[in-house]
């Protein structure tokens, strides 16, 4: 059978493409055409009501990270909130996670998965 390798694109509209991207590349490295490291991917639709995310928001948009708390120190020195619920979001099963927001209110989730 025929299957997928891995996610081609990820597209949202945005009120501002030009600043929205430059402040995802800035803050995050991610450009229009990024190489991303190989690791897993969680696909998984979430119930309707689910709180663990907006629920004005169709999307949530988690990235792997290799250092959590370097990337929350190098978001907070840019004035970028960061929230961490260790004791509700952590496991050792599946590694830390932290949650921002972009310019235009999307909420970003940052994981550093365990080490396997």
Known sequence: ???TTGIGGFFFRSHDTAALAAW?????GV???????????V??????ASTYF???????INFRVD????????????????????????TPETGRFA???DP???QIELWEPSEP
């Open 1 to 3: 059978m025929a299957k």
């Open 67 to 90: 250092d959590l708390d370097g990337m929350m120190a190098q978001l907070r020195a840019e004035g970028i909130a960061v929230e961490t619920r260790p004791d509700e979001w952590d």
């Open 31 to 41: 450009s229009e055409l990024w190489n991303q490291d190989a690791g897993l991917t």
């Open 43 to 48: 696909f998984a639709p979430f119930k309707q």
């Open 104 to 106: 235009e209110g999307n």
């Open 24 to 28: 995802y590349e800035k803050h995050l």
């Open 99 to 101: 949650r921002i927001h």
């Open 54 to 60: 907006p629920a004005d928001k169709q999307w949530m």
